[in-house]
Nanobody
Framework: QVQLVESGGGLVQGGGSLRLSCAAS????????MGWFRQAPGKERESVAA????????YYADSVKGRFTISRDNAKNTIYLQMNSLRPEDTAVYYC????????????????????WGQGTQVTVSS
């Protein structure tokens, strides 16, 4: 069982930056592939970024490429999402998710393969 707690959301002006964190419980965190998803009002939840066992394996949605960076610190059981050049369309509740994997390079972008989810953190970008 893995418990995930997101933090770092808030209100920011367009063009600004935020860094989200997702802290995980458990001693085998390094064996979990992790993902960030977001859900805007009236829209379906979508994949934003994903990471394998290390920063060597990552995925980004086209809408955030070049602006967002996913990373992890296995010593701290934490992943991060650095969000730069934020736009009003980035406004959403952001969730982190975890899935155990034995493949060091696997990244997962489909939400239904992730069994563990955090409670979400609100990001609001004003125009």
């Amino acid at each position: 069982q893995v418990q995930l707690v997101e933090s770092g959301g808030g209100l920011v002006q367009g063009g600004g930056s935020l860094r989200l964190s997702c802290a995980a419980s458990g001693r085998t965190f390094y064996t979990y592939a992790m993902g960030w998803f977001r859900q805007a009002p009236g829209k379906e939840r979508e994949s934003v970024a994903a990471i394998g066992w290390t920063d060597a394996s990552t995925y980004y949605a086209d809408s955030v490429k070049g602006r967002f960076t996913i990373s992890r610190d296995n010593a701290k059981n934490t992943i991060y999402l650095q969000m730069n050049s934020l736009r009003p369309e980035d406004t959403a509740v952001y969730y982190c998710a975890a899935r155990r994997t034995f493949n060091t390079h696997s990244v997962f972008t489909t939400q239904n393969v992730y069994p563990y989810w955090g409670q979400g953190t609100q990001v609001t970008v004003s125009s």
